[in-house]
């Protein structure tokens, strides 16, 4: 089967699909139509399915006895209030599909319908993963340890991708994204009237000190070429214009591409927040808010492969490293993983109110999933993955 004709021929279901997907968007573990979507839809292909994590859906496709590759889609929305002026907007207001995962499970979906045409045709079992709470609710992780990677030799997924031009292809070995962590840090002081500050402990005046403080980690202590990017997104302090607080609080997250500059970076974050606060006469407590997520490391040799079988589909490019982090990680650090990006341009970045995908790319996604799955099965007698 000509796989990229295929696709082509496949385009308007893929867009119908993302756009039912995207008029219906649901938040991290609420994927619930979008998952009985999907599992009648690879039932009707012939796959075998089982639920996992909640709401996520795995197909499974068996050909020949061989290899096991996986393919990934997420699922989930964001919570913003969608913006755009089209026919497929969001019908739920507050939620949108603002990242491009209602464009990843049509893709998916496209590429199920080819690889079902094929299953005589293929070398090993196929495992499709749509995966629901990417956003902030590591569906990868609770995935990984159910345990549905262990009989995984390989696993691809792409994000469609605003940074490069609509129809390319984004193929890199070794990291990709970034890290993430997030963290809150609470200062004590003593409150009292802002008339009397001598009176008083001021917490807002030490947090200052301290946010200064993380900034000097970036720039005086961290080796450029081993970046760490760290944002304060959220300052609560006071409730009155007379009053100085009890207390004051920040928060943000931290992204780094190694766990050794990771590890580093937060040590200094909590010797500077304990020490700077005492200089202040505060107390300061420093804690991690949620999980980490590793950075996304993609295998050299999947790269490699992954370019020659991908050349007939579009123009391949390297992509910059981002400092946006994916839970995708955590498939890449079980198995050999590879995350590719495909261009479909656009004004507005991912996560944005006004976020849309050229939906002429789409058709490529599916060829993408479908020509890696089929190819790594023909091939990997060859290939240590």
């Known amino acids: 089967m000509d796989i990229i004709e295929r696709a082509r021929e496949l385009e308007p279901y893929i867009i119908e699909k993302r756009r039912d997907f995207h008029a219906h968007p649901e938040l991290k573990y609420e994927e619930f139509r979008t998952s009985q979507i999907v599992k009648d839809e690879l039932e009707s292909f012939g796959y ?31 919570p913003i209030n969608e913006e755009n002026e089209v026919s497929y907007r969001s019908t ?6 603002a990242c491009g995962h209602d464009a990843h499970t049509a893709m998916l ?47 691809f997924g792409i994000h469609v991708w605003a940074d490069l031009s609509p129809g390319t292809i984004g193929i890199t070995g070794g990291p990709l994204m970034a890290s993430s962590d997030g963290f809150k840090v609470t200062i004590k002081g003593r409150g009292g009237h802002a008339a009397l500050p001598h009176a008083s402990i001021d917490p807002i005046a030490a947090m200052v000190d301290v946010i200064n403080g993380y900034q000097k980690i ?30 004051a609080e920040f928060g943000g997250t931290i992204r780094t591409f190694s766990k050794k500059r990771r590890d580093k970076t937060i040590k200094r974050m909590k010797e500077i927040t304990e020490n700077y606060a005492t ?7 420093f804690e991690l808010s949620v999980e980490y997520i590793p950075p996304t490391t993609n295998d050299e040799r999947l790269a490699d ?12 490019v390297k992509p910059k490293l981002t400092f946006g982090s994916e839970d995708f990680a955590f498939y890449s650090q079980k198995v050999p993983g590879l995350f590719i990006l495909l261009g479909t341009g656009g004004v507005y970045q991912h996560h944005h109110p006004r976020f849309n995908v050229d939906e002429s790319v789409l058709y490529k996604g599916s060829a993408i999933h479908a020509l890696l799955a089929y190819s790594y099965l023909s091939q990997s007698s060859g290939m240590n993955c």
């Open 109 to 155: 979906l496209g590429a199920a319908r080819i690889l079902a045409e094929m299953r005589d045709e293929l070398n090993g079992t196929i495992k499709l993963i749509f995966q629901p709470a990417e956003e902030g609710g590591l569906g990868a992780k609770r995935i990984v340890e159910e345990g549905h990677l262990s009989d995984v030799n390989a696993i």
């Open 305 to 316: 492969f992954a370019r020659d079988v991908l050349k007939p589909v579009g123009e391949i």
């Open 92 to 97: 739920a207001p507050g939620k949108m599909h």
């Open 218 to 247: 970036v720039s005086r202590e961290t080796d450029p070429l081993d970046p760490v990017v760290m944002s304060v997104t959220k300052i609560s302090a006071g409730t009155a214009f007379n009053v100085i607080p009890e207390s």
């Open 48 to 78: 075998e399915t089982m639920e996992v994590a909640d709401t996520g859906i795995i197909g499974i496709l068996r050909g020949k006895t061989g290899k096991v590759v996986a393919l990934r889609a997420d699922m989930d929305a964001l």
């Open 279 to 285: 200089a202040m006469r505060c107390r300061g407590d």
